[in-house]
């Protein structure tokens, strides 16, 4: 990261920077905390702060030369305390352990950095409770793009304040308010400033602690999202039951790519309005509807329309407990989705013995480069049919396959499977673990593996835990490392 440089004696510089400068020319420390003792912050606060703030530095004198250099000198040491450098458009101090003491002078830091478009304040916990000590410096036209402050402790005050700053952010693309669980109170603050924010891209609130009446608020807002593309409201567990009648807005999504619902304990009535609304999101590529498994019995209608949606590149529905008949509309509907990449359908038990009825979909798809299928309860019979579907080359592309946690399978059926891998020529991971309470002897498929993994000329990654090797594979498997010349990991924790 390049050092920002400010030269106050530049004949050429702009009003604008000019500006930027009577700005800065003060004594910031000071002023700071006589606004702290006047002002409170609360929910109907925040715009009075801003308003405040504004006012008095427009009200500022010109400081000396002199002045201008102790004060820049002071806020360009706070940024190399913390390891940073003030650059064009980026500053992340993710994770840099910010202190109380530091928020302050982030304020001010913030200040050198005009044409500041990215800013990343995450895992600081301490943001939690002075988010308006840092952001009271953005005024209308900031040029900030991307604001992350995932996991920062957001108070509901601090949510309440970005509310109203949000407004000015005419340009934010990226809002990442993740893993702050207090701010779901002051959500209708936000909901109102994000109506402000018609460039918005991306949106994550992932765990930020939303109930079912978030579903409605957040609705009343997506009307102005427009040019949303991702949206993620995932592990918030109190969000089930909120979709029911609450997503008329969401149509109006229609760039979106990529929504993420996993683990929202999604309710019947949810999966029904879900079922009318995701089928018209035309240009969704990834669904994320995992660990939901009230889903599994409800979900038929849903699963069946998905082949409405042509660019869907990866399905994640994992955990869902999916029954016979969900299984069966899933298969279905995903022979039509040509385009699909990532298909994860892992600790589905429905799956194991029925892997036929997807036989056509893992024929058809030949962009598929991620298939999950652990703990599925797959048998013999099904990784014999994996076999078969990969000899005929129809899974070249694949890249990532998760077999582990199929305990039932026989010996047989993974000599069959370790005979047939070799034809996955870009496959560059593979897990046959057993489950952590499971070992079992190695069958003389493993020299089959071994041999396969000789015309896999990707391969970097091979799971086999718990898998118990006698000592004449040991020494195969050890003979195999120190010829190899390149790197190949069998993870092989947990070996006997």
């Keep these: 990261m390049s050092q920002t440089r400010k030269n106050s004696s530049s004949e050429g510089e702009t009003k604008s920077q000019t500006s930027f400068v009577n700005k800065f020319l003060r004594d910031s420390k000071a002023e700071s905390r006589e606004e702290k003792n006047d002002l409170q912050i609360t929910d109907s606060q925040p715009g009075d702060w801003i308003q405040k703030t504004a006012t008095s530095d427009t009200a500022k004198p010109l ?28 500053l992340d101090l993710n994770s840099c352990g910010l202190t109380t003491a530091d928020m302050e002078e982030m304020g001010e830091a913030l200040e050198m950095i005009p044409e500041l478009e990215e800013l990343n304040l995450s895992w600081n916990s301490k943001v939690g409770g002075n988010l308006p000590l840092i952001l009271q410096k953005f005024q209308k036209g900031s040029k900030i793009q991307i604001l992350e402050l995932v996991d920062c402790a957001l108070t509901s005050e601090d949510g309440a304040f970005l509310g109203q700053v949000l407004p000015m952010l005419q340009s934010l693309e990226v809002l990442d308010l993740s893993v702050n669980r207090d701010i779901g109170g002051s959500l209708n603050s936000i909901a109102q400033g994000l109506k402000s924010t018609s460039n918005l891209k991306v949106l994550k609130l992932h765990s930020c602690g939303l109930s079912q009446t978030s579903v409605k608020i957040l609705d009343a807002a997506f009307r102005y999202l427009g040019e949303l593309r991702k949206l993620d409201l995932s592990c918030n567990k109190d969000l089930g039951g909120g979709f029911e009648d609450s997503l008329a807005q969401v149509v109006m999504l229609k760039h979106l790519e990529v929504l993420d619902l996993h683990q929202c304990s999604l309710t019947a009535d949810d999966v029904m309005s879900l079922t009318q609304v995701i089928p018209l999101l035309s240009n969704l590529q990834e ?17 069946s329309r998905l082949r409405f949606l042509p660019a869907l590149k990866s399905l994640v529905i994992n955990n869902c407990a999916l029954e016979s008949e969900t299984f069966t509309a899933l298969a279905e509907a995903s022979v039509h989705l040509s385009a699909l990449e990532v298909f994860n359908l892992s600790w589905n038990k429905c799956v194991g013995g029925n892997l036929k009825l997807l036989l056509e979909t893992l024929k058809l798809s030949m962009s598929l480069q991620v298939l999950r299928l652990s703990s599925c309860s797959l048998v ?29 399978v026989c010996d047989a059926g993974w000599t069959m499977f370790c005979q047939k891998v070799r034809f996955l020529k870009e496959l560059i991971e593979l897990d046959i673990s057993l489950r952590p309470s499971n070992f ?3 069958g003389q498929w493993f020299r089959h593996l071994l041999c396969a993994v000789t015309k896999l000329p990707e391969i970097t990654e091979i799971g086999m835990k718990r898998w118990i090797l006698p000592a004449s594979q040991e020494e195969e498997l050890e003979w195999f490392a120190q010829d190899r010349k390149r790197s190949i990991h069998f993870d092989h924790g947990g070996f006997q």
């Design 63 to 90: 400081n000396s030369g002199m002045e201008l250099r102790s004060s820049m000198e002071e806020n360009e040491q706070f940024l190399q305390k913390l390891g940073k450098k003030a650059v064009d458009k980026c």
């Design 287 to 303: 669904l994320d509807l995992s660990a939901n498994k009230k889903m599994g019995s409800f979900s038929e209608n849903l699963l």
């Design 380 to 408: 013999t019979e099904d990784v014999a049919l994996l076999a078969s579907v990969i000899q005929t080359g129809h899974l070249a592309k694949l890249r990532k396959l998760d077999l582990s946690y199929n305990d039932s």
């Design 440 to 442: 079992r002897d190695c």
